[in-house]
């Protein structure tokens, strides 16, 4: 089992993808309460506080992941390949080459 969690194999397109999708969920989630926190008036509680602070590290832990990805380009390559991969025809479609 640990075999399919640790590999030496680069990440599949499926792969990257989904890792980024949940990294923003997770954040838009720890901001929302964040946000749920300040509109029910506990913000400045102690409780309130603590699950802000909390929130925020989160927060901002998983958007970093997706942030670096952008700032390095690798999401820039996984949406090219995409592009690239629903462009190829199919060997089976009618159309002729010339």
């Known amino acids: 089992m640990m075999d399919l969690l640790i590999s030496n194999e680069p990440r599949t397109m499926l792969q990257a993808i ?13 901001l929302a309460v964040c946000a749920w926190v300040g509109t029910t008036g506990q913000l400045f ?6 699950l802000v602070a909390i929130s925020l ?18 999401i820039r390559d996984l949406l090219r390949q995409l592009r690239n991969k629903s462009r190829v025809p199919s060997p089976n479609s009618t159309e002729e080459t010339q």
Do not use: K, M
């Open 18 to 30: 989904l890792v980024h999708v949940f990294c923003v969920l997770v954040a838009i989630a720890a």
């Open 45 to 50: 509680t102690l409780d309130g506080l603590a």
């Open 57 to 74: 590290t989160i927060a901002a832990f998983f958007a970093g992941n997706t942030a670096w990805a952008l700032y390095t380009g690798e």
